[in-house]
């Protein structure tokens, strides 16, 4: 080999592998197929100009050459195809699949008919009289003529159909990969052919035949940018692999002419043998000392080839984590948009949320209003189809409304995202043009689009956590009510029974003549009725107005003394009472009246559970115990009887307000007891088996 292949050489690799790898990507695809056929075509010639270039015979050099000849008249028929199948395939020539046999079939028909001849001159080069290269001879024969004709009406109309695809098409990006097809393979063709008609004037400059090589490396080149920069292809991830491997082939070609050759040349003119053995164990060496540093090229060439995704995925994810605490609906949309406009440069970014009432999708964005867009209207079925990003010119211009269209024209729409979660459509953003005024390049899409399928989940847990919290508020409401409901029932309850007996006795006192006792018993009955109302209404309020607690230094011993001879004074000798003080400190900061209340109370109602067992248990001894203690900063107040205790269906309701099972009692005590616990900072338990209960206030201290 000769260092005049070694473009073709590397060319040959890259187009190979490129050719393979379009290919494998989707070889259901049409456009796919021809593509890389195309791309095949150009590594055959490479592969003929590397035959050429290394042969010292005549006769194989020829056969290079020969099936260069055929190569060249086969590239403007697929040119001609790839342009009725790029960007989007033409209608007509997608029904008619025969098309595509007559227009390669043509050239080939000729290229048969013109074997074994060809019009290519093989020349030795200057320095090397065993190395022959090639030269285009025009003659002109009938066959000749015929596919020269055919190339020529191939280059233009495959160049026609480019241009009016170019007039039709609605997004910068299929306009910038069209006229990149089009500028390039014109390039590539014209080139070709002023390398060729001038190479007599230039050669004498430099190595025409080094040059015409590079025209091949050039081509390669021209394939990575379309399909890498352009996306002419829309490629998987796979593509990166392929191209780590081919330029890995590449460094090691290219190892091989400039060292491995050398040295190779060197040690056969030193040994006056042959040195294809020692040539092998170098290139397997070189390959072995390149293996290790593949992954590092591989993720070098993803950060240069990806660097805006990298970039990209470095912001999302620090958007992402800001946005797993909840938001509410505003709050997150308000995020969401910000986000966008500074990571993107969008200048406005238009949210439209489907309403669960109506099944329309409005307008979040506050001062801004849009025509209704409704689940049928195109625009919705179009998201729903392509479940990515659209860009605004691929929408049917003709089937959406004219009313929206222009809402969107007039906000300088460029793209839509929407908000898929499962099959449903939640919603979907309008991203406007960018302030730099550039286009989205498909990797932004591309990273947008699985951006908002991770925003409608966070979306829709939003929304469950909202629903969840309604459903709360709506639950707390009705608890309320049902309160409100109980607490009317109660008063209602509790003021009857005073009114009928002081309505009836003031009755009596009017219509009848009474004697001088009876007289006064009614009167006192009066009296007792309007105390009994008077006391309801006092319990009333303490429960609804309880005054804010008045924290002050107290003596332990001097409280639970007032506590002793208030209840002391109301048993008997059958119920033992007894205060248990494992507080260290003397002094406690406590409002002493509400807690006498509280605790006296719960003392109150011990006394009362003992006596409703005694009722059934004859000889039954009662006792009630007050403990108290301190964990770490908290105050323990227990109050504990052995009396008849709380039955199990009315433990939940004890803390209501009039809930009593006391003939005579109102049913506020504990309602109120609990409302100055809950007011002085503390909380208020307890636990009741048919042994006893024990009620415990726990209550915050300095």
Same mark, same amino acid.
Not at 2 to 13: D, E, G, H, K, R
Not at 261 to 289: D, P, R, T, V
Not at 442 to 452: C, D, G, M, V
């Given at each position: 080999?000769?260092?005049?292949?070694?473009?073709?050489?590397?060319?040959?690799?890259?187009?190979?592998?490129?050719?393979?790898?379009?290919?494998?990507?989707?070889?259901?695809?049409?456009?796919?197929?021809?593509?890389?056929?195309?791309?095949?075509?150009?590594?055959?010639?490479?592969?003929?100009?590397?035959?050429?270039?290394?042969?010292?015979?005549?006769?194989?050099?020829?056969?290079?050459?020969?099936?260069?000849?055929?190569?060249?008249?086969?590239?403007?028929? /697929? /040119?001609?195809?790839?342009?009725?199948?790029?960007?989007?395939?033409?209608?007509?020539?997608?029904?008619?699949?025969?098309?595509?046999?007559?227009?390669?079939?043509?050239?080939?028909?000729?290229?048969?008919?013109?074997?074994?001849?060809?019009?290519?001159?093989?020349?030795?080069?200057?320095?090397?009289?065993?190395?022959?290269?090639?030269?285009?001879? %025009?003659?002109?024969?009938?066959?000749?003529?015929?596919?020269?004709?055919?190339?020529?009406?191939?280059?233009?109309?495959?160049?026609?159909?480019?241009?009016?695809?170019?007039?039709?098409?609605?997004?910068?990006?299929?306009?910038?990969?069209?006229?990149?097809?089009?500028?390039?393979? @014109?390039?590539?063709?014209?080139? =070709?052919?002023?390398?060729?008609?001038?190479?007599?004037? =230039?050669?004498?400059?430099?190595?025409?035949?080094?040059?015409?090589?590079?025209?091949?490396?050039?081509?390669?080149?021209?394939?990575?940018?379309?399909?890498?920069?352009?996306?002419?292809?829309?490629?998987?991830?796979?593509?990166?692999?392929?191209?780590? =491997?081919?330029?890995?082939?590449?460094?090691?070609?290219?190892?091989?002419?400039?060292?491995?050759?050398?040295?190779?040349?060197?040690?056969?003119?030193?040994?006056?043998?042959?040195?294809?053995?020692?040539?092998? /164990?170098? %290139?397997?060496?070189?390959?072995?000392?390149?293996?290790?540093?593949?992954?590092?090229?591989?993720?070098?060439?993803?950060?240069?080839?990806?660097?805006? %995704?990298?970039?990209?995925?470095?912001?999302?994810?620090?958007?992402?984590?800001?946005?797993?605490?909840?938001?509410?609906?505003?709050?997150?949309?308000?995020?969401?948009?910000?986000?966008?406009?500074?990571?993107?440069?969008?200048?406005?970014?238009?949210?439209?949320?489907?309403?669960?009432?109506?099944?329309?999708?409005?307008?979040?964005?506050?001062?801004?209003?849009?025509?209704?867009?409704?689940?049928?209207?195109?625009?919705?079925?179009?998201?729903?189809?392509?479940?990515?990003?659209?860009?605004?010119?691929?929408?049917?211009?003709?089937?959406?409304?004219?009313?929206?269209?222009?809402?969107?024209?007039?906000?300088?729409?460029?793209?839509?995202?929407?908000?898929?979660?499962?099959?449903?459509?939640?919603?979907?953003?309008?991203?406007?043009?960018?302030?730099?005024?550039?286009?989205?390049?498909?990797?932004?899409?591309?990273?947008?689009?699985?951006?908002?399928?991770?925003?409608?989940?966070?979306?829709?847990?939003?929304?469950?956590?909202?629903?969840?919290?309604?459903?709360?508020?709506?639950?707390?409401?009705?608890?309320?009510?049902?309160?409100?409901?109980? @607490?009317?029932?109660?008063?209602?309850?509790?003021?009857?029974?005073?009114?009928?007996?002081?309505?009836?006795?003031?009755?009596?006192?009017?219509?009848?003549?009474?004697?001088?006792?009876?007289?006064?018993?009614?009167?006192?009955?009066?009296?007792?009725?309007?105390?009994?109302?008077?006391?309801?209404?006092?319990?009333?309020?303490? @429960?609804?107005?309880?005054?804010?607690?008045?924290?002050?230094?107290?003596?332990?011993?001097?409280?639970?003394?007032?506590?002793? @001879?208030?209840?002391?004074?109301?048993?008997?000798?059958?119920?033992?009472?007894?205060?248990?003080?494992?507080?260290?400190?003397?002094?406690?900061?406590?409002?002493?009246?509400?807690?006498?209340?509280?605790?006296?109370?719960?003392?109150?109602?011990?006394?009362?559970?003992?006596?409703?067992?005694?009722?059934?248990?004859?000889?039954? =001894?009662?006792?009630?115990?007050?403990?108290?203690?301190?964990?770490?900063?908290?105050?323990?107040?227990?109050?504990?009887?052995?009396?008849?205790?709380?039955?199990?269906?009315?433990?939940?309701?004890?803390?209501?307000?009039?809930?009593?099972?006391?003939?005579?009692?109102?049913?506020?005590?504990?309602?109120?007891?609990?409302?100055?616990?809950?007011?002085?900072?503390?909380?208020?338990?307890?636990?009741?088996?048919?042994?006893?209960?024990?009620?415990?206030?726990?209550?915050?201290?300095?």
């Amino acid at each position: 080999m000769n260092i005049y292949s070694l473009p073709a050489v590397i060319a040959f690799t890259i187009n190979f592998s490129l050719a393979i790898l379009v290919f494998l990507d989707n070889p259901k695809k049409s456009l796919n197929r021809w593509f890389s056929g195309f791309v095949f075509i150009f590594a055959i010639w490479n592969l003929s100009e590397i035959i050429i270039l290394n042969t010292p015979q005549y006769e194989k050099a020829l056969l290079g050459a020969q099936i260069l000849y055929r190569t060249l008249f086969l590239i403007p028929a /697929f /040119f001609l195809i790839i342009s009725f199948l790029f960007p989007k395939p033409n209608r007509k020539f997608k029904q008619n699949s025969w098309l595509e046999i007559v227009i390669l079939g043509l050239p080939i028909l000729a290229l048969a008919f013109s074997f074994p001849n060809f019009r290519i001159v093989l020349q030795p080069l200057t320095k090397f009289k065993n190395i022959y290269y090639y030269q285009i001879k %025009i003659s002109l024969t009938p066959v000749f003529l015929f596919l020269l004709s055919i190339t020529l009406a191939y280059m233009g109309w495959g160049t026609i159909n480019l241009m009016r695809k170019l007039e039709k098409a609605r997004t910068n990006r299929e306009r910038n990969q069209i006229r990149f097809l089009l500028i390039g393979i @014109l390039s590539i063709f014209l080139i =070709y052919i002023l390398v060729n008609a001038f190479h007599s004037y =230039y050669g004498k400059l430099f190595s025409f035949y080094f040059f015409s090589t590079l025209l091949t490396l050039l081509v390669s080149f021209f394939f990575f940018a379309a399909i890498l920069q352009y996306k002419i292809l829309s490629l998987s991830r796979l593509i990166t692999g392929g191209l780590t =491997y081919s330029l890995l082939s590449s460094i090691v070609l290219a190892i091989y002419f400039l060292i491995v050759k050398g040295l190779s040349e060197s040690l056969g003119q030193l040994f006056q043998s042959n040195s294809f053995l020692f040539e092998a /164990f170098l %290139i397997l060496l070189l390959i072995l000392l390149i293996r290790p540093f593949e992954a590092r090229i591989q993720h070098f060439i993803d950060r240069l080839l990806y660097k805006q %995704i990298y970039a990209y995925r470095r912001k999302f994810l620090d958007f992402s984590r800001d946005l797993l605490a909840y938001r509410d609906r505003d709050t997150f949309f308000k995020k969401l948009a910000r986000f966008i406009q500074d990571a993107f440069g969008t200048r406005e970014v238009y949210v439209f949320l489907k309403d669960d009432k109506s099944g329309n999708y409005k307008l979040w964005n506050k001062g801004a209003k849009a025509p209704p867009i409704t689940e049928n209207d195109t625009i919705i079925k179009h998201l729903l189809r392509a479940q990515s990003g659209v860009e605004f010119f691929d929408l049917d211009h003709k089937r959406n409304p004219k009313t929206l269209l222009d809402f969107f024209s007039r906000k300088k729409a460029a793209l839509f995202l929407p908000f898929i979660y499962e099959t449903e459509l939640l919603g979907f953003m309008t991203l406007s043009e960018k302030i730099n005024q550039k286009a989205y390049s498909q990797e932004e899409i591309e990273i947008l689009s699985i951006f908002s399928n991770e925003m409608a989940n966070t979306y829709i847990r939003n929304r469950i956590i909202d629903e969840m919290r309604e459903e709360e508020r709506q639950q707390s409401r009705i608890q309320r009510l049902a309160a409100i409901g109980q @607490l009317t029932a109660g008063i209602a309850h509790e003021i009857r029974n005073p009114l009928n007996t002081i309505a009836t006795s003031a009755e009596t006192l009017i219509k009848r003549k009474l004697d001088p006792d009876s007289e006064a018993e009614l009167k006192s009955y009066i009296l007792e009725e309007t105390n009994r109302l008077s006391n309801i209404l006092t319990d009333f309020l303490k @429960l609804s107005r309880i005054r804010q607690p008045q924290p002050k230094e107290i003596s332990v011993e001097e409280f639970l003394e007032r506590i002793a @001879l208030d209840v002391e004074s109301r048993i008997d000798a059958t119920i033992s009472f007894k205060i248990e003080n494992r507080l260290r400190r003397k002094k406690i900061t406590i409002d002493p009246d509400l807690l006498f209340q509280v605790l006296l109370n719960l003392c109150l109602n011990g006394i009362d559970a003992i006596r409703e067992r005694q009722k059934a248990e004859k000889d039954f =001894y009662g006792e009630l115990v007050l403990h108290i203690q301190k964990h770490r900063s908290t105050l323990v107040f227990i109050v504990e009887d052995n009396g008849s205790g709380i039955p199990q269906e009315n433990q939940a309701s004890i803390f209501n307000p009039f809930f009593t099972t006391k003939p005579e009692g109102t049913g506020l005590g504990l309602s109120i007891s609990c409302n100055i616990v809950e007011t002085m900072g503390g909380k208020m338990e307890f636990k009741s088996s048919d042994q006893g209960s024990q009620f415990v206030v726990q209550l915050p201290t300095k």
